[in-house]
């Protein structure tokens, strides 16, 4: 598993979710 491709992933991901979700999801991917 590439750290790289994972947080491309993540940037799509991010880029879907609203300013509001953004905040949770980062904290969630912070854990």
Known sequence: ?????????????????PKKYRRIYDRAVEG
Do not use: G
């Open 1 to 17: 598993m590439n750290s790289v491709s994972r947080e491309a992933q993540i940037a799509e991901r991010r880029a879907q979710y």
